[in-house]
Every structure is written in C-alpha cells, then in structure tokens.
C-alpha cells in the first residue's frame, strides 16, 4: 500500500494523504538554518546546533504524535481549519505534501477556500521562508481571517525542557505592527544579558492582530487543534511575559471567486555585534537593523518565488555531478535524486536531529561523519574539506578520538565518551575519499590541531598517521585489533560487563586485563591502512609506505589464520579470549560486519565467483543462507534472547531489532560492495532492491517510514514486525549505498589519476549511461550489460580500445566519452 507517489520530473514526493503511518519529513536548509518539516507541518528550527540554538519547540513523545509546527489556522466564516490537517485535523476536500529538494509544499482545501504553503530555507539565509498562497475556489466572495503560529523555544532546547523553575519567568518579546515591511514578532529571551542573538517571525502585510502569548492564543487546558483564538476569530493582541513566548499574526482577506491572495512568512535568526545590540540607551530594545533587513527580501511573493527557482537551480547543478539513465525508473530516481539529497541531509545534519534524533542527544560523530563525506564529496568538496579539517581538529595526540563533538563549538563532546577503536581509522576513509575526487593534496599539509588545542598543530598527514599507529599499537592475543569500547557496532561493548540499569554502555568505566579484539577493526585497518601507505607513497614517503605494508600484510595474515570460522569469518574474541560469531555457540553465530568488510578489503578473495574454495565466497554463501530476508540481511543470527553481559548491549534489545540481529541497513552496503568485488553483481543488485525505499514504496503500510530515503533499522526476521522500519534520515546507509550503486553496481569511482569503471550489476540493468564530471571534466560512460557473473568490462574511450578498466582524468572543459561492453 501507498500513501502518495514520486514525481521524478518535479523530483518531489507527493503525499497524498494526511494519513501517514508516521510523520513523513524533509529538511529545509543546507547550510547554517535547518528546519524539521513533516508532512503535517510539524516539526522545528535551529541556527546550527539542534542544541544549543533552537528557535521553535516541538515535543518529542508527545500524544498525540507530531505536536509543534508552524501551523497556518482558517476561520472561514466561523469554519476553523488548517490546510496541513494538523493540528485541527478538520477534514479536507483535496491534500497535498509535496517533499522536494530543500522545501515542501503543504496544500490544503476546504470549503472552497484553497492554500498552498512553500516552506523554504532560502540559500545563504538564515531563515525559514513560508509563501503562502490563498485561493478562493468557490463561485461567491469570501472573507476569511488566517492565524499563522509558531511557538518559541527558549534557545537552548535541553535546558528548554527541564529546567522550568528558571524559564517560565524569562521570556521577552517585542511586537512590531508597522514596521517597514509588515508586521513582525521579536523573540528576545536572555537578549538583555548574555545572548547576542534573536528571532523574527514577520509577515510581508500590516497583520490585523497578533498574539504572543501562547496561553491567550491556545486557551488554558485547549490542545493546539482547540486553539482559542482562531475560533474567537480575531486575534487578542497578547504580550508574553514570562511563561511561553509565541508569534502569531492575524490576516483577514476577502477573495473574489478564482481570486488568489499571496502573503509571506519569514522566521529568522538574526545576530548583532556587541556594540550594536541595542535600539535605544536603555538597552531595552532590540536593534532591528538585520531583520528588517532579511524582511525587505523577502517582502513581497515574487522575492519568495525567485528564491525558491535559485534553490531549485542549485540542486539541478549539485545533481549534475552523478547521474544515470537506465531503464528502471527507481534506480534512476534513487541515484539521480534522493540517495544524493540524503547525503547531502547526513553531512549537515550527522545523527543529531531527526523525527528518532531529538537534537540534544548526539552532536556530530567522529565516525559517522567521515563516512558521511563519502556519499557527499562530489557534491560540495570545499566544505568536506572543511568538515574534514573540524573533525581531525577533536583527535588526540596518541590517534585516539572523541566519539562526537558540538557542530557549534566544534570541540569534542566529553559527555559521549572515547575509546572506540575504529574511530581513528574512518578519518584516512574520508581523506582519502576527500583526495581521490579532488585531488587536492596539499589538504594533507594542512595544519590541524589535536583536541582544538591552539599550538599543537600538525600537518593533517601526521594526523592519518597517527590513526594508522594506533591500531598498530593496539592489538591483542591474535594479532587482531583491541575493541576498546566498541567498534563500529556500538552494542558490541565486550569489556563493560554491565550490571546497573539505565548505565550508559557508552560511557561506563570499561573492565580492566581484558583483550578483546575486533576482526571488523582488523579488515578496516586493511582496507585503509592500505590506503594510508597509498598516500604516503605519493607523498613520496616510500619507506613508511613499504612499513605500514608490512603491518597491513601482518593482520591480512592473523585474519585468515585467527578469525575464521570454518565457513565465515569470526566477528571478534571476547574479553577472556573466546570467539565471538562463532558455529559452535547457539546464537550469534554469523555476523555480517566482517564479512562485508573483509571481502572489501580483499581479504580471501580467490579468483572469480567460481572459486568456491575461497573463504570470501564462502562468507558471501553463509551471509546469503543465514542472514538474507526480503528485507534486507540482518546484522547476526541467531538474535540473542538473553542478556549477555559479555557483549553488552547488543543482547539488550529484543531479538530483531537493532543491532540485535535487525536489519541494520548501513551495513548491508558493505555486502552489496563485497559481491561487486567477487564479480556477482546479480546478488549485489538483488541486494540493493531489498532495503532501498523506492523499491519497498508498495509495502509503505509494513515499511511505515518515507519511501524516498533510508531507514537506519527495518526488523529483522525474528522480530513480531519484521520489515517495519525505524530511524528514517540520519543513517550512514545513505553515504554507503551511494558508494555502492555508483561505484560498484554502475562501477564509476574516482581514483587518483584517474576513474575506474567497473560495472557490476547484474543481467536487470542491461545498458545504462552514467554521467560523471569530475575534476571539471564530463564523462558520459554508456554501458552493454551482459550481467554474467565475474565478467568485466572491456573499455573504449574516444574511440580508443584500452586495456584495463581506468579512464585517465582529461583537462576541465572536456568531454569523454567511454564505451563498454561486459
Ligand atoms: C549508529 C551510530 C553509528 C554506529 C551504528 C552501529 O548508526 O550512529 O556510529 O556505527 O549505529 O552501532
Ligand atoms: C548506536 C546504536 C544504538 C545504540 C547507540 C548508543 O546508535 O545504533 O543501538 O544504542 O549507538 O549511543
């Protein structure tokens, strides 16, 4: 069952109905300003940090769902509605969400009355754009009254939420009726002292009314679809004080038939220079000069519009960089459209605010956001770049790193904890990924900081050296890596031993004496521990080259020699030294990490997918027969069904869900990338279809999460409700299976000196034609697809016959064109 359908052309979703299985969202902004924008309306904004700087509340776990929004109320002739259902939930003759890149567009329809909202962050704004047009559908004149809403956050949203004996007696506003570009609401809590920064809500029109008291605009003991002011008709010209600050304005319209009234709403963030803060040598009134300003472009429709066109040309052109034409409609749509956009959403966002992430929990991942950058790299490489420098700049000196830090202070979260052995090694992942699309190496002279400690910098290089020593310097009884706390499974916590409820195993004091070891960390040293001598190499560091080697060839060897199972590789050995993902215990006993990752670093590759001897393909066999479902590969099977305080939270959540034996979708990529590798693009694309939304849009009723972007979770097959998803948005599964269908099943990666085209998808994708600029050049690389397994392509380029599969970077400004045929 479906609840709306993509319109590719538009590159939109549309929902059709209000009736969702859950809220169905989209983000606003790609720079400073975020908004959360579900299909109803609902959801919030914050300059930067969904933390520290948030303009307008919403309520997580509320009843009922979705509470908090920017909410538009009609009182059509004592008729109240809101065209985006919620909150009245009055229904409506025709309902629309449209979700595209950057903004959305909620039409509602009642009564012959019809309203259609463009929600935007305009770009390099910071501000939400609202441009509303108001349509009278109806064969008589109407007049009809409009109450817009939004709800003030008191700034720092943690503190927002509990600490009530402070707040409810410092909210301040000011209300400006005329001002010069319509009528506008100033949030200004904690302006008089330390804050340097404020909210405007305003409208392009003199407002009839306004409110700003949420208690007289709502009603003591009134829920917000009870709202008593839209029902009264008219606006109470409220001033907050103290309790919960507000911005409403009331606008009344009188419409012809067929007439159509446009108004716009501007919520912005607004910053003033010490010595400019005040209006007035009292230092009571808020300096206006900035908002007015950010008002005056947007004061009147046809601003709005042309703002909304520069955003839409925007993407066009970041989309540009990757794109295919095939002849599945949902391939296309993923690649050319919301796998890219996703990324792009994970890169700003890491896994700190979503509809499961409340913005005060998580910052921005060591890990996670290097992974991030390699989904996002060709999009903007000036600002990975940037990322890169922000994140290397929280390491420690000895390699090691913070989990996550603060996207507005930028420094190291210590609340979070360390200790996470894979971390260090992400970071020559997202360098390296950084360098091969740009080839920008002078990134690695960079000086960068360890802990943002001013003085202690280091070329960036020494930094992926000190990642790579690290692990060198960390290894256990086998020769593999230590685990520390965790891994990239967080839940494999094999040195905690937790026994108090509620105890974080994030954070907990780890165990001492133990050497619990990570084969998943041991096939990630290979794979990029090879790619860090890759870079010294040319950087002609060939002595530390050929050393980094031999340690590389030194854990290759203590996998294959301590870490198989028989038929798989083991996924770790636990603090007493027994082997973990093993056939000889009862649960647990195939993991999918180190399978996905050993076979990507070519650890036991034999030759070809029929050299079934070789210990990759018989990893991939195990991988097919113990963790395949219709939805996807599970991360472990059996499930636990028992606490196991030897491995930690993992065997905390119910058997199916998480890392419990769920659908954990990052990780699946990591499998679709190893069949690619063994040349058995068939299973890789059988692979791909299964947990990619586009492809499950049918069972949208089962999968209950938005069809257009990846779940982090779907229930594995022992859960009660297997295939329902969870975690929708921030996931690292958008930046991997980006790099799995564009690099490994279509096959165009960019290498250093050049790309390399290895397609590997399988017999249902017969031709294709990707377009790829890169480093300023355009290639178009048409495809003739037998799918057999293990063949590879044979290339020509411009005409040319070329061995191999490598197409040499040309000059900017070319076009090549690259024929192949497998
Ligand atoms: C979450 C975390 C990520 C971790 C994964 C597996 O997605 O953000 O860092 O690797 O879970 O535990
Ligand atoms: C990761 C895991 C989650 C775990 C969390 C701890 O996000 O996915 O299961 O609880 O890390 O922060």
Redesign the pocket.
Same mark, same amino acid.
């Given at each position: 069952m479906r609840f709306g359908h993509f319109d590719d052309e538009a590159r939109e979703y549309v929902v059709t109905t209000p009736h969702t299985p859950y809220p169905w969202i989209n983000y606003l902004g790609s720079e400073q300003f975020f908004s959360l924008l579900s299909h109803q309306a609902g959801g919030y904004s914050f300059y930067r940090d969904a933390k520290m700087r948030r303009l307008t509340r919403y309520r997580y776990n509320n009843i009922p769902a979705d509470a908090g929004g920017r909410y538009l109320y009609v009182n059509d002739g004592g008729d109240v509605w809101t065209p985006s259902w919620l909150p009245v939930k009055a229904d409506l003759d025709h309902f629309e969400a449209r979700h595209g890149l950057g903004y959305s567009r909620i039409t509602g329809e009642r009564g012959g009355l019809r309203v259609a909202t463009t929600f935007f962050v305009p770009l390099g704004e910071n501000a939400e754009v609202q441009r509303v047009a108001v349509t009278n559908t109806s064969d008589v004149e109407k007049t009809v009254t409009l109450f817009s809403f939004v709800e003030f956050c008191l700034w720092n949203a943690q503190d927002d939420q509990t600490n009530y004996q402070r707040n409810l007696s410092i909210g301040e506003v000011e209300v400006e009726q005329d001002g010069p570009h319509g009528s506008a609401i100033y949030h200004k809590t904690e302006y008089r002292e330390r804050r340097d920064h404020y909210a405007v809500f305003g409208v392009n029109t003199r407002a009839d009314g306004f409110d700003t008291d949420r208690d007289t605009f709502v009603g003591a003991y009134n829920s917000l679809g009870e709202a008593a002011v839209p029902r009264a008709g008219a606006s109470a010209d409220s001033v907050a004080s103290g309790w919960y600050p507000i911005g409403s304005h009331s606008v009344r319209v009188t419409l012809a038939p067929g007439e159509t009234r446009d108004l716009v709403y501007v919520l912005g963030y607004l910053e003033n220079p010490q010595d400019e803060k005040w209006a007035d040598d009292a230092h009571q009134v808020v300096n206006k000069e900035r908002a007015h300003a950010l008002l005056s472009r947007f004061a009147t429709a046809e601003q709005a519009d042309a703002a909304v066109e520069a955003l839409q040309a925007y993407w066009t052109d970041l989309l540009s960089t990757y794109s295919v034409r095939s002849s599945d409609e949902k391939l296309d749509r993923m690649v050319n459209i919301w796998n890219q956009y996703q990324c792009m959403v994970t890169f700003n966002m890491s /896994?700190s605010a979503s509809y499961f992430e409340t913005g005060i929990g998580r910052g921005m !991942?060591f /890990? $996670?956001s290097n992974q991030d950058l390699l989904g996002f790299v060709h999009l903007v490489p000036e600002r990975a770049r940037e990322r890169i420098v922000d994140i290397a700049s929280t390491q420690f000196e000895d390699g090691s790193a913070y989990h996550q830090y603060q996207p507005l202070t930028k420094r190291g979260n210590n609340d979070i904890g360390s200790g996470f052995n894979d971390d260090p090694l992400w970071l020559i992942a997202g360098v390296a990924g950084y360098v091969k699309e740009t080839g920008d190496f002078s990134i690695l002279d960079e000086p960068v900081p360890f802990d943002n400690e001013p003085g202690s910098e280091v070329p960036l290089f020494e930094h992926l050296t000190r990642s790579f020593e690290y692990t060198v310097n960390h290894r256990g009884p086998h020769g593999l890596p230590l685990i520390g706390r965790a891994d990239?499974? $967080?839940?494999l916590n094999l040195n905690c031993f937790s026994t108090e409820p509620g105890e974080s195993f994030q954070t907990t004091e780890n165990q001492a004496g133990g050497h619990a070891e990570s084969v998943f960390i041991a096939a990630q040293f290979v794979l990029y521990g090879e790619q860090y001598a890759e870079l010294a190499e040319r950087r002609g560091l060939s002595e530390v080259a050929s050393q980094a080697r031999k340690v590389v060839g030194e854990v290759r060897e203590a996998v294959l020699e301590h870490a198989w199972d028989g038929r798989w590789f083991l996924r770790a050995y636990d603090f007493y030294g027994n082997p973990v993902g093993t056939d000889a215990k009862p649960e647990g006993k195939i993991w999918i990490e180190p399978q996905g990752f050993a076979v990507m670093a070519g650890i036991g590759v034999g030759d070809g997918p029929e050299d079934t001897d070789a210990p990759a393909i018989q990893a991939l066999d195990a991988v097919d027969e113990m963790l395949g479902t219709p939805h996807g590969l599970v991360l472990q099977f059996p499930a636990y069904t028992t606490y196991q305080i030897e491995l930690g939270e993992v065997s905390t959540y119910p058997p199916g869900y998480k890392?419990n034996g769920g659908i954990?979708c990052?990780n699946n990529p990591w499998v679709i990338i190893a069949e690619t590798v063994v040349g058995r693009g068939d299973k890789a694309f059988d692979y791909y279809k299964r947990i990619t939304p586009a492809y499950r849009e049918d069972i949208s009723d089962v999968h209950k999460l938005e069809p257009y972007v990846y779940a982090?979770m779907i229930a594995g097959k022992q859960a009660p409700r297997a295939g329902e998803a969870k975690n929708s948005w921030l996931? !690292?599964t958008a930046a991997w299976n980006f790099v799995a269908v564009s690099q490994y099943l279509l096959g165009v990666r960019p290498d250093y000196d050049g790309l390399v085209v290895d397609p590997q998808i399988g017999p249902d994708v017969p031709s294709f034609t990707v377009t790829r600029v890169a480093r300023g050049a355009t290639y178009e690389i048409t495809v003739t697809n037998s799918g057999a397994r293990g063949s590879r392509g044979s290339l020509v380029v411009d005409g040319t016959p070329v061995e191999g599969n490598h197409v040499p970077y040309a000059p900017a400004g070319s076009t090549v064109r690259v024929e192949v045929t497998l």
């Open positions: /896994r !991942g /890990r $996670d990239w499974n $967080d839940c890392e954990f990052h982090q996931t !690292g």
